[in-house]
T-cell receptor, first 113, second 111 residues
Framework: DQQVKQNSPSLSVQEGRISILNCDYT??????FLWYKKYPAEGPTFLIS?????DKNEDGRFTVFLNKSAKHLSLHIVPSQPGDSAVYFC????????????FGAGTQVVVTP | NAGVMQNPRHLVRRRGQEARLRCSPM?????VYWYRQLPEEGLKFMVY????????ESGMPKERFSAEFPKEGPSILRIQQVVRGDSAAYFC?????????FGPGTRLLVL
C-alpha cells in the first residue's frame, strides 16, 4: 500500500530554470514531510522538511509547499544547477508511526546546460 | 563532524550464508533506523531502534532478519541464510528528532 506517491519518474529541466517536483500522500495522519536527494551509489541526503502546521518552508534555492487539504506537497528548486541532477525522494511520517518514514518511488531530475 | 557510518559498503554472500551490516550513528543521535531499497524502488522502512531497545520492527521480514543497537558499539542488521531476493541496498539512518540522516548504504549481493 503506497501511501506516498511521486507520479513523475523523471524530469528534465534547463540550467537556470525552475524544477518543480510533486508528491501526493494518502494518510491523513502524516504530519512531517521531508525531501531527500540521492546520487547513485550514495545514501539519501536531507534537503528540506516541513511540518503540517506550515504551508511553506524555504532554504536557499529550495522551497517546499504543503497543501494539506489536497494531501500534496511540492519541491521547487530555483535556479536549477547541473549538480542538482539526482533522484529526489519525498518522505512522510506521522504521530502514529513516529520514526517510520514512508518514501515515494523517486523522481529522476536531469538538469541540462 | 562525521556523518552516519556504514560498513561494509559492499558485501557479497552465497545463498545460505549470513550477512552482518553495521551502522554507527551520528554523534549525539540516539535513534537508529534501517531501510532497504530494492532495484528501481524507493526506500522501505525495516526497523527503528534506540539503545538496547527495538521501538518499531513492523517492516522487518518475520524470519531470518534481526537488528540490534547495543549499549556499546554500532547497530547491527543481521540476515541469516541469505537468499537471492535479499540482494538490495541497505541504508541506516540516525536522528536526534524527526529529521533522519542517512549513511552511504551497504550493497548486498547474494550469489
Amino acid at each position: 500500500d503506497q501511501q506516498v506517491k511521486q507520479n513523475s519518474p523523471s524530469l528534465s529541466v534547463q540550467e537556470g530554470r525552475i524544477s518543480i517536483l510533486n508528491c501526493d500522500y494518502t494518510n491523513s495522519m502524516f504530519d512531517y514531510f521531508l525531501w531527500y536527494k540521492k546520487y547513485p551509489a550514495e545514501g539519501p541526503t536531507f534537503l528540506i522538511s516541513i511540518s503540517s502546521i506550515k504551508d511553506k518552508n524555504e532554504d536557499g534555492r529550495f522551497t517546499v509547499f504543503l497543501n494539506k487539504s489536497a494531501k500534496h506537497l511540492s519541491l521547487h528548486i530555483v535556479p536549477s544547477q547541473p549538480g542538482d541532477s539526482a533522484v529526489y525522494f519525498c518522505a512522510a511520517s506521522g504521530d502514529d508511526s513516529w520514526g517510520k518514514l514512508q518514501f515515494g518511488a523517486g523522481t529522476q531530475v536531469v538538469v541540462t546546460p | 563532524n562525521a556523518g552516519v557510518m556504514q560498513n561494509p559498503r559492499h558485501l557479497v554472500r552465497r545463498r545460505g550464508q549470513e550477512a552482518r551490516l553495521r551502522c554507527s550513528p551520528m554523534k549525539g543521535h540516539s535513534h537508529v533506523y534501517w531501510y532497504r531499497q530494492l532495484p528501481e524502488e524507493g526506500l522501505k522502512f525495516m526497523v527503528y531502534l534506540q539503545k538496547e531497545n527495538i521501538i518499531d520492527e513492523s517492516g522487518m521480514p518475520k524470519e531470518r532478519f534481526s537488528a540490534e543497537f547495543p549499549k556499546e558499539g554500532p547497530s547491527i542488521l543481521r540476515i541469516q541464510q541469505v537468499v537471492r531476493g535479499d540482494s538490495a541496498a541497505y541504508f541506516c539512518a540516525s536522528s536526534r528528532d524527526e529529521t533522519q540522516y542517512f549513511g552511504p548504504g551497504t550493497r548486498l549481493l547474494v550469489l
